[in-house]
């Protein structure tokens, strides 16, 4: 160990103690004395409001417990963070249909054009002449259907 000129060291032991002194003034300064807190009807208030009793509002959990559990938040942050990210990546994505929703387009140099779907054909029946239709009644129900 260098010691610089008008420096005075510390032996072992009293540099100890000195950093122990350190942490309890610092741990004792981190509680703070908050006000009391009364409940006021609804609502709840550090002005005592009528004889409204002060309420006990200490975290009873453990540090470890309180550690636990901004862990916890901490985590869960990060994943909305990284769900929200997926969905505007999503979002940001152009709008491609279906296949099943796409009109096929004829092979060509052109620009696409959906081709017009035909219509279905009407079937003659035998005893008709060429391309005409025949109207028929339908069935009568079966005796005892439904």
Known sequence: MTTRP?????????????????????????????????RCGDSYSSQRCGNAPPLDVADPRSRAERAQGQDVAR?????????????????????????SARA?????????????????RAHATASAPSGA??????????AGGH
């Not at 985590?75 to 296949?99: G, H, I, S, W």
């Not at 096929?104 to 779907?117: M, N, Q, S, V």
């Not at 239709?133 to 069935?139: C, F, L, Y």
Request: net charge positive; aromatic share 2%.
């Open 6 to 38: 008008n420096e005075q060291s510390l032996s072992p032991p009293a540099r100890a103690l000195v950093c122990a002194a350190l942490a309890c003034t610092s741990a004792t300064a981190a509680v703070v004395a908050e006000p009391p807190v009364y």
């Open 104 to 120: 096929p387009c004829a092979a060509g140099p052109g620009p696409c054009t959906p081709r017009p779907r035909h219509a279905r």
């Open 75 to 99: 985590r869960e942050r990060r994943l909305a963070e990284t769900l929200t990210a997926e969905r505007k990546a999503r979002e940001a994505l152009p709008v491609v249909p279906p296949m």
């Open 133 to 142: 239709w025949i109207a028929r009644v339908p069935a009568a129900p079966k």
